[in-house]
């Protein structure tokens, strides 16, 4: 595992969006590149929808 995160992203990631189909590809493209999850998601009704947000961080960082 490189001990810096690919494409010049950064260590720690917060993604967060619509709780979908699409919110979770991004959360498994992050896990796929090398980065792990921090903590449990959180989750909140925006009246209209479910909101989620996922942190993820880079290994070893």
Known sequence: MSPKPPDDLLVYRLLTGKDDAAFCRRVSEAIE??????????????????MAAQALVWPGS
């Open 33 to 50: 590149l090398g980065y792990v999850l921090y903590d449990s998601p959180s989750v909140t009704f925006n009246g209209e929808y479910v």
